[in-house]
């Protein structure tokens, strides 16, 4: 959140109260109008004020009367433009296109009478258009104000508090790391375009699909080698079992060819995208998105994905839905031979700060290929069985299981974009092919609700078991590498101290805090001089004492210290001492960054000194945040290293110096 032009925005945000005000009226009754709204995305731009008083940077009150007030006067022009032009409402564009988005608030209006005005602003198909159908069907201007005004009572707080939440947890985010903020915004837009991409294509090719079947299998008979496939896919007469192993041969047989002829043409893998992308992801790494990532890529780990699937094939043998399993099998099949098959004959290494010591091959991601084999012929089986208009919900389920698997094995510098994309690309090819085979070659229904009970129950029961045994280990095997720097005593004291880092640093090489301290010592004897001199264990960050933020009225001591990062690395030590003000307190945080006085010798711990303070927010949460005008008096710390050698130093911030302490 420190790049300039955040911070320029928040700056003018401060200081222009009054367009602020403006903008938000505009905004809501812009949303509100008739046409306008249809175009404006009001959500989204309620949604990013609520963010900016989560952040602290704009007034909630405020912020609701005026956008309130601007959704009431919007929805009164809405009303007055049907009230005054009737049915020629439906000659205006986008109406002439969509006569549908009219007659869909009709009925709505015709169902709710007067409360459709009331419940339609929440209501997304009709929110654009209920105020003009009602003024087309001559409701009262005193039945429609009173609706309306309620509604935008109620409508502005249902939409700014979402964004709030998540403006305050940006906020509590950036207080550990910079790079959490960018993470969480990168997942929120990955996990959007995943829910809108599905949604969209799926509601395609159900209104195309009776049309472009039929289109193909024509165009595709008489040719040599598309047509026997397409027949055997589409042709319920015929069977699909030849047309599915050519198909097969075919994308495997392809990609070999394809990182053959790469490879022949110099294309080295991985490429200058595949590396910017993993050194971006390395800079983001922080430890509670590791915890997130790791577990989430272990739900596409083998033995996870392998006993589901059994599970799934098992259930269909034994409720003889024979069809159904034969089809499971060969996606199955599909993905133990792309694995056995690829792994050793396209030489693409794995990220090497992953794969400490492991041979084998990453292309194609054989865990991208498989969880989309498994995840997605799951929800072809049951989008089979339930109304066109919910299917989507069924394949964005699956996709919301696919994409946070792929992301995080990206993120975890577990396989490169180009494995990643290729892996996923190959499972979703088979996975349409198998789904055309089984939904024009079965007729025998599958019990849904027992396929998704019997499948939810495997995966949870399989993922618990597979974390509680592996995840420690995992995580450990995915940490980052460090280099140990070695360094003689004399050196350190004299000049070499130079070379340990002086300020933290967030993403993108961000400077956020100045280190003041350098401490050789063990971790039991810091702490121990330290807890002797008065400082004690910071208030750890768990869900108890997290849910104090959400307290008006609180006490500074309950509250919890969130850890801080340094290159990606928590704090390894963190002190809290407690002043005479009831609503501050200091902090103290070391990190061990790797440097030893000799072989094997004590850390060098660098350490910061920083003093928080009580903030209440708009009487909503009350946050510990840090004050950077504050310096640390000389005495806050000195009894801590009374008896040690000590040494100031100036460091690459003029208006800091640092201490040096040894036995």
Request: glycine share 8%.
């Amino acid at each position: 959140m420190q790049s300039e032009f955040v911070n320029a925005l928040f700056a003018w945000v401060a200081a222009h109260p009054g367009w602020m005000s403006f903008f938000i009226f505009a905004s809501a009754a812009a949303e509100s109008l008739t046409i306008v709204g249809v175009i404006i995305p009001g959500a989204l731009v309620m949604f990013s004020l609520g963010a900016l008083i989560g952040l602290g940077h704009l007034e909630f009150w405020s912020a609701y009367w005026w956008s309130a007030l601007g959704a009431v006067v919007g929805d009164a022009i809405s009303f007055w433009i049907g009230r005054v032009f009737h049915q020629g409402v439906r000659r205006v564009w986008p109406f002439t296109k969509h006569p549908e988005m009219i007659t869909r608030s009709e009925e709505f209006f015709r169902k709710h009478g007067g409360k459709g005005v009331l419940f339609g602003r929440f209501f997304g198909p009709v929110r654009g258009t209920i105020p003009t159908v009602a003024g087309m069907m001559d409701m009262s201007w005193r039945d429609f104000m009173i609706a309306n005004v309620v509604s935008a009572i109620l409508w502005s707080p249902a939409y700014l508090v979402p964004g709030m939440v998540f403006g305050a947890s940006l906020d509590i985010a950036s207080r550990v790391a910079g790079r959490l903020v960018v993470l969480i915004l990168i997942v929120a837009v990955v996990l959007w375009a995943t829910t809108w991409l599905v949604k969209h294509l799926v509601r395609l090719f159900q209104a195309h699909a009776a049309d472009w079947a039929p289109r193909f299998y024509a165009w595709s008979q008489g040719r040599r080698f598309i047509g026997p496939i397409s027949a055997s896919l589409l042709d319920p007469a015929k069977g699909e079992a030849r047309g599915l192993v050519a198909l097969a041969a075919i994308l495997l047989g392809g990609v070999v060819l394809l990182g053959l002829s790469l490879g022949a043409a110099g294309q080295q893998l991985p490429s200058g995208l595949d590396l910017s992308l993993y050194h971006f992801f390395q800079e983001l790494r922080t430890p509670w998105a590791d915890a997130l990532m790791v577990f989430t890529a272990e739900l596409g780990d083998y033995p996870v994905t392998l006993p589901v699937s059994l599970v799934v094939f098992g259930w269909l043998i034994w409720r003889r839905n024979h069809s159904a399993a034969w089809h499971w099998l060969a996606a199955l099949g599909f993905g133990m031979v792309t694995n056995l098959l690829f792994k050793g004959l396209l030489p693409v290494s794995s990220p090497a700060e992953v794969w400490r010591g492991v041979v084998g091959y990453s292309f194609p991601s054989s865990h991208a290929t498989f969880s989309t084999l498994v995840f997605g012929f799951l929800a072809v089986l049951i989008a089979r069985e339930i109304s066109l208009a919910r299917r989507w919900i069924v394949y964005l389920a699956a996709a919301l299981m696919i994409v946070p698997i792929a992301f995080a094995r990206l993120y975890l510098g577990i396989h490169w974009l180009t494995d990643t994309l290729a892996g996923l690309c190959l499972g979703l090819i088979w996975v349409a092919a198998l789904g055309l085979a089984y939904n024009h070659h079965t007729t025998v229904t599958v019990d849904w609700r027992r396929l998704l009970a019997v499948s939810v129950i495997a995966l949870l029961a399989t993922d618990l078991l597979h974390v509680g045994v592996n995840f420690r280990a995992d995580l450990q095997r995915h940490q980052p590498q460090t280099t140990e720097q070695i360094l003689s005593r004399a050196a350190w004291w004299e000049q070499d101290w130079r070379r340990l880092p002086q300020q933290r640093r967030d993403f993108g090489g961000q400077r956020r805090q100045d280190f003041v301290l350098q401490w050789v010592s063990t971790r039991k004897e810091l702490e121990q001089r330290l807890r002797e001199a008065g400082w004690q264990p910071a208030p750890a960050a768990d869900v108890k004492s997290m849910l104090l933020w959400l307290s008006p009225q609180v006490q500074l001591r309950e509250l919890p210290v969130l850890p801080q990062t340094h290159e990606g690395s928590e704090d390894d030590l963190t002190l809290v001492r407690y002043s005479d003000d009831p609503d501050k307190r200091w902090l103290l945080r070391f990190w061990d960054v790797g440097a030893r006085l000799g072989e094997g010798g004590s850390p060098i711990w660098v350490g910061s000194v920083s003093q928080q303070k009580l903030e209440p927010r708009m009487r909503l949460f009350t946050f510990a945040v840090d004050d950077p005008q504050t310096r640390a008096p000389a005495d806050l710390l000195a009894p801590a290293w009374r008896g040690l050698q000590t040494r100031v130093v100036k460091g690459a911030n003029p208006n800091e110096r640092i201490t040096l302490i040894a036995d």
